[in-house]
């Protein structure tokens, strides 16, 4: 056993639904919690992707027996990623998004996900504990209908949540990360927020009154899963299914910033709740994604939290307890003398020649920053696959490097001068902690491949900042 390492704790059993036990061993990946193995047990993560099992085969009596559909999903994201790739270029003879807003998205999808590492699910939790202590009574969790129930209860509880972060400023302000890009392709999918699971537990409490944790846990996943291949273009209309299931032409409307795609298509899988609710708006005129005031920066940290500042600013500034109150939970469109959700004809009018933010990056600095990006999915499928054998102090070096690697990913992509600075000592933190055994390849053939890539790096932008001081100082000679 290396310093990095401890023994990993071993789940005790229960056969109670909600035990202790059985959260800890769910949350923290035991190997009972990766459900079937061999090639059933992928395909069955396929098609979670598209909600197509059955209650037969995706019902468990607890949560420990739950398999994580959403790790065992990342291969299926890579391979319809190259498919979108594929079908946009024979379509259309371009690629479906950008390197740099690709980038991003990834970036913020692996920054979302990095304090489940650290903490235990807060969504999972507190359904777990309301039904402990409050439940009225237990639906049978190998019952067909309580699977449909619950199919129903988690996207109805899905739909109101969405509803509210689009209409409630401090929900919005978690909620804006999924809907800053320009682009919209599966990439976007995953640009998720930080701070959004924090708000979304509560809808979900009611339903922990009657459905079994165990059947939660399964639908929380596919709702999500679901909301993954409707991110693309490439898909124009599915015919009679549009009537009830969410697809991707829905979905294009929700990310629109045309005034008619404003507030519109809430749904997670199914459509039906914008159909009842009045919220439901047909695809019509060319889409341009995005926020109505695009924030023009792939920063991952400013993007998760920049509209916290913004409602600190706007809360001190406004008149009155209140106005102030309003701020916060009214929308964020809103501003005193104006309605709940602020004045339509406040929202900018859509030309279709709106010029996504694009700066400038070198085809070499692009390669680079892919290469690196690559290195950190890499080191993240690996703290993800040994975080129980991991010792705390590794586990924080490890998420400490993947946050200061997405931040300057972020700048290189501006082409921000000190993104030089930045990786020379990100580049030498990499070594040093490798050295150290901090860090390890997924692939451990690739360590040393790593050590020379990133000594190389060093020594680039250790050259390149040389450069810039010596023609500083001829400049002022
Ligand atoms: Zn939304
Ligand atoms: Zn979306």
Same mark, same amino acid.
């Given at each position: 056993m290396t310093h990095t390492e401890k023994t990993a704790p071993k789940p005790k059993q229960t056969s109670e639904p909600g035990g202790e036990a059985e959260i800890v061993s769910f949350l923290h990946g035991s190997p009972s919690a990766l459900g079937p193995t061999g090639w059933r047990g992928e395909a069955a993560a396929g098609r979670a992707l598209f909600y197509a099992l059955a209650p037969g085969e995706s019902s468990f009596r607890t949560v420990e027996e739950v398999p994580d559909y959403v790790e065992k999903s990342i291969p299926f994201f890579i391979t319809f990623i190259g498919l979108e790739f594929a079908v946009s270029w024979i379509q259309k003879r371009k690629l479906p998004g950008r390197i740099n807003d690709g980038i991003s998205s990834l970036s913020l999808g692996i920054l979302s996900r990095l304090p489940d590492v650290l903490f235990r699910s807060i969504e999972l939790i507190s359904y777990i504990y309301v039904w402990n202590n409050y439940r009225l009574f237990e639906l049978p969790w190998d019952s067909p209908w309580t699977w449909y129930l619950t199919l129903l209860g988690v996207d109805f509880a899905y739909y109101c949540f969405h509803r509210m972060s689009h209409e409630v400023n401090i929900l919005w302000a978690a909620h804006q990360v999924h809907h800053s890009s320009e682009d919209y392709n599966l990439f976007t999918a995953l640009r998720q927020s930080v701070l959004q699971k924090y708000t979304s537990w509560i809808f979900n409490l009611p339903m922990a009154l009657f459905i079994p944790p165990s059947v939660f846990a399964v639908h929380l996943q596919f709702n999500l899963l679901y909301q993954f291949w409707i991110h693309t273009e490439v898909i124009t209309k599915l015919g009679p299914l549009e009537w009830i299931l969410n697809t991707p032409s829905h979905h294009r409307v929700h990310h629109g910033r045309n005034p008619y795609c404003i507030?519109?298509?809430?749904? +997670?899988?199914?459509i039906i709740w914008d159909r009842i609710f009045g919220t439901f708006e047909a695809e019509d005129a060319k889409v341009v994604y995005g926020l109505t005031h695009p924030v023009n920066s792939f920063d991952p940290i400013m993007l998760q939290l920049r509209p916290l500042a913004h409602i600190w600013n706007t809360f001190w500034a406004a008149p009155g307890f209140c106005n102030k109150l309003s701020v916060i939970f009214?929308?964020? +469109?809103?501003?005193?003398?104006?309605?709940r959700l602020g004045l339509?004809?406040?929202i900018p009018v859509i030309t279709g020649k709106e010029v996504p933010y694009n700066p400038h990056v070198p085809v070499y600095l692009n390669c680079y920053a892919l290469v690196h990006f690559a290195v950190i999915v890499d080191l993240y499928i690996e703290l993800l696959a040994s975080m129980t054998m991991l010792s705390q102090g590794t586990v924080l070096v490890r998420i400490g490097f993947i946050i200061l690697s997405l931040a300057s990913f972020g700048l290189l992509m501006e082409n921000k001068s000190k993104a030089g600075i930045l990786e020379v000592i990100r580049c030498l933190v990499f070594i040093g902690a490798y050295k150290l055994g901090y860090f390890r390849s997924h692939f451990s053939f690739l360590g040393y491949a790593y050590e020379v890539l990133f000594s190389l790096s060093a020594a680039f932008w250790g050259i390149q900042i040389m450069k810039r001081i010596t023609s500083f100082k001829d400049k002022h000679n």
């Open positions: 507030d519109k298509n809430y749904g +997670g899988t199914l009214k929308g964020p +469109g809103w501003g005193p003398g104006k309605p339509p004809e406040e």
